[in-house]
């Protein structure tokens, strides 16, 4: 069964605070993603994975980082959270073509 | 850079209609254009791609790609209350097909 996780699905931070999500798939994609979803704004990517140790930056790339030290498993790090970073973030796999996407994991700064 | 952008915001329709949404792009040579569906509080899922120009239907949903004219399409046939949710084109870069860009999305509601 072709999935993709997130872990956590909600949490709140304090600004200031050091925050990690944590995304994994099953399928052996090569290639992973890490968006975020604002309303109005769509999805805009932040990182890109095209395999260990391989990341380059999306569209909106500043206050992150990403981790990739496994295939299946994809890391996004929040050094210091800030109040603009409140959204919900989406992990997403791929082959080519067709992206799988996690369950979001919904994030409050405050 | 891609520009993706995406018609009408929100539309409203009434059960049994034909449903169109449009999609425009700025790089006439992208490979990939995809429309995905999301349901309110889920995520978002792939629901038809295309990577020439014409015409590809799967059951109720027909997508139209105009290359040229940089548009694509989506069209529902039946629209069914279970339709409802948001609509994202997404279209690759020429250069990474690896790398889509989403449109901002067009929410349908399909009333009963």
Known sequence: DM????MPRYLIKRMGENVLLECGQDMSHETMYWYR???GLGLQLIYISYDVDSNSEGDIPKGYRVSRKKREHFSLILDSAK????????CASSSGGEQYFGPGTRLTVL | QQKVQQSPE??????????????TFSDSASQYFAWYRQHSGKAPKA???????????????TIHLNKASLHFSLHIRDSQPSDSALYLCAVSMSSNTNKVVFGTGTRLQVLP
Do not use: H, W
């Open chain 2, 10 to 23: 929100s539309l409203i329709v009434p059960e049994g209609a034909m449903t169109s949404l449009n999609c």
């Open chain 2, 47 to 61: 629901l038809m791609s295309i990577f020439s120009n014409g015409e590809k239907e799967e059951g109720r949903f």
């Open chain 1, 83 to 90: 109040t603009n970073q409140t959204s919900v973030y989406f």
């Open chain 1, 3 to 6: 999935k993709v996780t997130q």
């Open chain 1, 37 to 39: 979803q604002d309303p």
